[in-house]
């Protein structure tokens, strides 16, 4: 059976800087508090014109650039996002039309946070199972068009981005494992609670707006990631101390620091961006992913674990031999 392999990654950040001292003028709120509480000191926020596909599409440039691949190669185009730019066609149909693939299966994944992650599984599964060679991976969300600036419990967190992965099959992983999970129980302490379906009315829900119960988000993210990495190294046989770095997503540093510890890693073997990305959602881990290999710190041959917890819930992970 074939594996897949990460031959190529890119991301893509908007130019806006917004700070905890630019916040501080407009909420109750301040520098100390969110750097305390979150780890976090800017964001990047995109433009009220630029839509995630735009910013998609820049990351997904870039991880082809850096794979050596041709548009044309690629077999498989798998999204993740919960902000498309319109109901439909999905941001997969417009990104293989605006990045000039074949006429490949193209789809997207809503598994909030965790969909870049849930995309990877996907596509790598299309590779194991030799249905396709080559696949594009992206997760990207434009979370701040759905905060509510008023909040200060959501507006200090989320932020804008994008971040791409070319997979290819090999017969060397690569991908040892991915793993995904959910529990649609807890979908009322974090989520959008309007839609096609129950309408957008503002007086009725208070119009797309992110709603969420941080606080108990928060313990059930720290046990239920901790329970995943578990998971992941015991299907492949291997201990915590087997791994070079943890890639996780960027939501609270001290959600990270829980995970780290529990893994018995030093914060040098983790890659933290949320200080100045922000939560980016799907884009958070290949965000992270992409900055720590063009910046030499992962090698080829290191030991990677990827995790992601979010809305839904949704939480996934895979452990990768880069
Ligand atoms: N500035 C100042 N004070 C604040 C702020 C703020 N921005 N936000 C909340 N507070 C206050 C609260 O009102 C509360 O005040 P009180 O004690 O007087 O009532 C106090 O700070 C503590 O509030 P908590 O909510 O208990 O603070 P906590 O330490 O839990 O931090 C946070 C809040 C940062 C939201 C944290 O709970 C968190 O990170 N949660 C997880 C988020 C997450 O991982 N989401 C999943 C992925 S997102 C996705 O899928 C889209």
Redesign the pocket.
Known sequence: MKKSKIIGTGSFLPEKIVTNADLEKI????DQ??RE??GIRERRVAHDDETGSDMAEIAAQRAMKAAGVDPQEIGLIVVGTTTPDVVFPSSACLLQARLSLPDCGAMDVNA??SGFMYALSIADKYIRCGDVKKALVIGFDK?TSMLDWND??TA??FADGAGAVVLEAADEPGILSTHIHAAGRHSDL?GVDVGVGVGFKEEKRGGVR?K?K??E??KV?VRTLGRIVDETLEHNNMDKSDLDWLIPHQ??YR?ITATAKKLGLTMDQVVVTVDRHG?T?AASVPLALDEAIRSGKVKRGDLLLLEA???GFTWASALIRY
């Open positions: 909420l109750d709120t301040s508090w969110i509480r979150t909030a946070c979370l200060r419990g200090v967190l974090l992110i969420m941080g606080n988000v928060f993210a939501a609270n959600i939560n959602s917890f979010g809305g």
